[in-house]
């Protein structure tokens, strides 16, 4: 019983504290989780935590809550799940509370504005060492199919402004259909 509620406290500490300290977007704190939970602490596997952010990514909602809820879940079931989006969603309410009580002092403040547009050139070089770190979990495996419609999901959004919906339910199809031929032709050999 204590054990669990060891593994409950660092759940919540550990996703609070990612949460109130990530500025940028969901994005940004993947990464970070990736560090925590797969790095510091071994509760998740580097494969895990991909599968896991791309199942975060595809579903709809915020990629930080839908990251910290896959996370709870794998690591300690439904109580798991819902102990991380409290830690997750925590932070952000409480700064948003404090904030908008004083939102004519930040609107028109010199400094902050400085700030925030400091913090945007950090927010920049995270989301690229997601893509870096992402993409090069995805071409380490060296399946030709990852790559073509990583390289192709790429093109479409960014040359041809495809919607991105689209494009996520697209991915889905064809993984899922590159899965089930792996699966038959596994069934097929053994």
């Given at each position: 019983?204590?054990?669990?509620?060891?593994?409950?406290?660092?759940?919540?500490?550990?996703?609070?504290?990612?949460?109130?300290?990530?500025?940028?977007?969901?994005?940004?704190i993947v990464p970070?989780?990736?560090?925590?939970?797969?790095?510091?602490?071994?509760?998740?596997?580097?494969?895990?935590?991909?599968?896991?952010?791309?199942?975060?990514?595809?579903?709809?909602?915020?990629?930080?809550?839908?990251?910290?809820?896959?996370?709870?879940?794998?690591?300690?079931?439904?109580?798991?799940?819902?102990v991380t989006v409290?830690?997750?969603?925590?932070?952000?309410?409480?700064?948003?509370?404090?904030?908008?009580?004083?939102?004519?002092?930040?609107?028109?403040?010199?400094?902050?504005?400085?700030?925030?547009?400091?913090?945007?050139?950090?927010?920049?070089?995270?989301?690229?060492?997601?893509?870096?770190?992402?993409?090069?979990?995805?071409?380490?495996?060296?399946?030709?199919?990852?790559?073509?419609?990583?390289?192709?999901?790429?093109?479409?959004?960014?040359?041809?402004?495809?919607?991105?919906?689209?494009?996520?339910?697209?991915?889905?199809?064809?993984?899922?259909?590159?899965?089930?031929?792996?699966?038959?032709?596994?069934?097929?050999?053994?």
């Open positions: 019983m204590e054990r669990e509620k060891g593994i409950y406290r660092k759940l919540f500490l550990s996703t609070f504290q990612l949460s109130a300290c990530t500025f940028g977007g969901g994005f940004v970070l989780m990736r560090k925590k939970f797969v790095e510091e602490l071994g509760w998740i596997g580097e494969q895990e935590m991909m599968d896991l952010t791309a199942i975060a990514q595809s579903s709809p909602g915020a990629i930080a809550v839908n990251a910290a809820i896959l996370v709870g879940y794998h690591t300690a079931g439904i109580s798991g799940a819902l409290l830690g997750t969603v925590l932070p952000p309410f409480l700064i948003i509370s404090v904030i908008s009580l004083f939102y004519a002092a930040f609107r028109d403040n010199a400094v902050i504005n400085m700030a925030m547009t400091g913090m945007l050139a950090g927010v920049a070089a995270v989301i690229c060492d997601v893509v870096v770190t992402l993409g090069a979990g995805i071409c380490r495996q060296k399946r030709v199919l990852h790559i073509l419609v990583l390289a192709a999901s790429f093109v479409a959004v960014r040359f041809f402004d495809a919607n991105i919906i689209l494009v996520i339910l697209v991915c889905g199809v064809i993984g899922a259909a590159d899965v089930l031929c792996r699966r038959r032709r596994r069934k097929a050999e053994g």
